[in-house]
């Protein structure tokens, strides 16, 4: 390979092309390879692929159209005042280009995704869809008991769409490779806390969100191969702020805008984009009822964001809290997309634990086809500056 070329480049360009592919080529070539095959979409933050890897059907991540797409007929469905994913994803799905999905998720998020279940079942009546709801009581005999009937419930639709039973055993191999992909994704993280300039986060973005299109067997391979390739890589450390980004967990950040936060003079040590890849902390049990160890793991070792119920948001800001310790962050960055409900109205909350550790925040609002960059660029940047000036060394 050419000296000039870093050792990561070509994964990244890979993962670039997938993420760019709005047509899901790699998805569908993965269903045309063998008879009988169904794709699973999903929306942002958490559905437990585990159950859809253990039916056999390739789970498909769906986070809008991004910055690429204009949206032309989904506007006609939504009202202006609510945030753009809804409509972009109804424009890929009216031009076609979710045509070979057989079913879709969509998981508990706000009422914006509830209202978008309803409109699928409307618009596509021979396609599987289901509104995915998780427990806000987070007791065993109560919220778990409920989110084990949940979890099952979508065993039993997902069996009569395939034709063939899921069995405990196919559950508990497909826990194993989550469980695999799952530590991955944590030591890319990890990797980039510790050396955030051979991991930039704009890298570090495509390679999860090639894991949304790829099967997870093959994910798993790529990322243990940008690790390596990551590690072999020589690049120089900058003077750069670490900072956290936080309320990017649905309708995803366009590229330009992480690549604008770096070039600003920040390294973005932790965020929480696609939260699916993340949501559960820890393995999960390979032993016992997969469905009950997979409830277990949702109420205990899941992490504490504006997607999930908590009544008084005191676990949410020490959760961030201890994120920004753990990270040796020096100030967090709310970058949350307009009309987010979920990310909007707890703002407050954790801005006022950040205070309390006199931990340094900004905020602004963008949208998944956010053009215009330089603002973004000039006030991280300011940030970054502030920190270095006026934080005690």
Known sequence: MDAT?????????????????????????????????KVIGYMPVYVPREIMHAAGMLPLGILGGGESMEVIHGDAYYQSYICRIPRSTIELAITKRLDFVDGMLFPSIC??????SGMWKLMFPGVYVRYFDVPQNFADGIGGSYYVGELNELRKGLEALGGRPITDEALRQSIAVYNENRRLVRALYDYRTQQPWKAPASEVYVVLRAGMVLPVEEHNQLMQDYLAAAEASD??????????MQGVFC???????IKSIELAGCYIVDDDCMLVTRWLMDDV?????PMET??????HQSMETAAKYEPDGSRK?????????????????????????PALLDRPMLARALSDESIPYISFKYAENSGQMQPIREQAGTFADSIKLWSEP
């Open 317 to 341: 800001g020490q959760f961030l809290v201890d994120t920004v310790r753990r990270r040796a962050a020096e100030g967090v960055i709310f970058a949350a997309p307009s009309f987010c409900d």
């Open 251 to 257: 309708e995803q950040p366009p590229l330009n805008l």
């Open 235 to 244: 690049r120089p450390m900058r003077d750069n702020c670490r900072i956290v």
């Open 5 to 37: 070329v870093a050792p990561t480049t070509p994964i990244v360009e890979r993962c670039q092309a997938l993420f760019e592919d709005l047509d899901f080529t790699a998805a569908r070539e993965w269903k045309a390879a063998a008879d009988g095959r």
């Open 111 to 116: 009422d914006v995704i509830r209202n978008l």
């Open 294 to 299: 997979l409830a277990s793991a949702f109420l």
């Open 285 to 289: 049990p390979t032993d016992g009822d």
